[in-house]
């Protein structure tokens, strides 16, 4: 190849690049490896509000009023975060209802509405 040849296949090379790289369309490559990564982030999420009102009802069941509360709360600040399905919406209402019957020491209503969130958290879709 002569010194001219090679200028010319350097110079036609880069032109290249840059038009494929500023004509190809970026965002669904990128963009959807950040909606699975929110997803399952979700998904955790509502997982994690699962156990800890599974533990609130536990606590109920055996009448620890107070402890039903603090896993109450936590799967409560958990479900805040899980975004907005209607069943997440049902299932935030019921943890709080467990919560003000939990403070208000009736470990038995507490536990049914702990007993409901499990139900609707396991809903979220």
Do not use: C, W, Y
């Not at 290249?16 to 190809?24: D, E, F, G, I």
């Not at 998904?43 to 009802?57: L, N, P, R, S, T």
């Amino acid at each position: 190849m002569t010194r001219q040849n090679t200028r010319r296949a350097v110079v036609l090379t880069g032109v290249l690049a840059t038009v494929l790289t500023t004509s190809l369309p970026l965002q669904p490559t990128f963009g959807e490896g950040g909606a699975r990564r929110d997803n399952v982030r979700q998904e955790q999420v509502v997982k994690d509000a699962i156990k800890h009102a599974m533990e609130a009802v536990d606590h109920g069941k055996q009448g620890h009023a107070e402890k039903l509360v603090t896993s109450a709360e936590a799967s409560l600040q958990l479900a805040l975060k899980g975004g907005k399905d209607p069943h997440m919406a049902d299932a935030i209402a019921n943890l709080k209802e467990a919560i003000e019957h939990g403070k208000a020491g009736h470990a038995d209503v507490a536990t049914k509405h702990g007993e409901d969130a499990v139900t609707h958290l396991s809903q979220v879709k």
